[in-house]
């Protein structure tokens, strides 16, 4: 069994940054995608990221193209996402996720979910 324990949330002014880090441990997760995904309160959980298990291969949802990117680190079993231009739309409880295969993510295919990481934008 994996165990993902995100940091880096936190408050910040609209048009700053954040790094989010997610580390695994337990059973490796370094032969799978991994991703971000977030839900505001009210709202259903939405794609946010996701790499490619060598880090080969990334995607993002439409809202972040351009503003986030998400990284791996296999020899520390940690995925990032960096943040920048941060909206108040980006208020957020993010959670990192381990997939089912290799390459993408989707909210079906996701085997393991860490606990969340607070991201509050203020306008």
């Known amino acids: 069994q994996v165990q993902l324990v995100e940091s880096g949330g936190g408050l910040v002014q609209a048009g700053g940054s954040l790094r989010l880090s997610c580390a695994a441990s337990g059973r490796t997760s370094s032969n799978n995608a991994m991703g971000w995904f977030r839900q505001a309160p009210g709202k259903e959980r939405e794609f946010v990221a996701v790499?490619?298990?060598?880090?080969?291969?990334?995607s993002y949802g439409d809202s972040v193209t351009g503003r986030f990117t998400i990284s791996r680190d296999r020899a520390k079993n940690t995925i990032y996402l960096q943040m920048a231009s941060l909206k108040p739309e980006d208020t957020a409880l993010y959670y990192c996720?381990?997939?089912?295969?290799?390459?993408?993510?989707?909210?079906?295919?996701?085997?393991?979910w860490g606990q969340g990481t607070q991201v509050t934008v203020s306008s």
């Open positions: 790499i490619s298990w060598n880090g080969g291969y990334t």
């Open positions: 996720a381990v997939a089912r295969g290799a390459a993408t993510i989707d909210i079906h295919s996701v085997t393991t």
